[in-house]
């Protein structure tokens, strides 16, 4: 029922910086909470960032002091800024939204490291 899209994937050189966008439907509610997951190939899905409603955020610890979760309330806009990328950043990177009970999934966006 949320629409949730995520942009701003492609090509990184190992060291490069790429900046993804998660745009969603609607006002940000208090209690309400926006994460960065990804998946690599082979891999489980992995929690990377979290951005919460009184603008506190927190990181897996593989991307700290390189990633940045941000959020624009007017363009009811996330973003996640990726610097010093690494080749085990490559994956796809998926937004969720938790309004309440339920979580809602953007469709992906995928980031490449290559040298």
């Known amino acids: 029922q949320v629409p949730l899209v995520e942009s701003g994937g492609g090509s990184a050189q190992p060291g490069g910086s790429l900046r993804l966008s998660c745009a969603a439907s609607?006002?940000?509610?208090?209690?309400?909470?926006l994460d960065w997951f990804r998946q690599a190939p082979g891999k489980q899905r992995e929690w990377v960032a979290r951005?919460?409603?009184?603008?506190?955020?927190n990181y897996v610890d593989s991307v700290k002091g390189r990633f940045t979760i941000s959020r624009d309330n007017a363009k009811n806009t996330v973003y996640l800024q990726m610097n010093s990328l690494k080749a085990d950043d490559m994956a796809v990177y998926f937004c969720?939204?938790?309004?309440?009970?339920?979580?809602?999934w953007g469709q992906g966006t995928q980031v490449t490291v290559s040298s």
């Open positions: 951005i919460m409603s009184d603008g506190r955020t």
């Open positions: 969720r939204l938790t309004v309440g009970g339920y979580a809602y």
């Open positions: 609607g006002s940000i509610l208090s209690g309400n909470v």
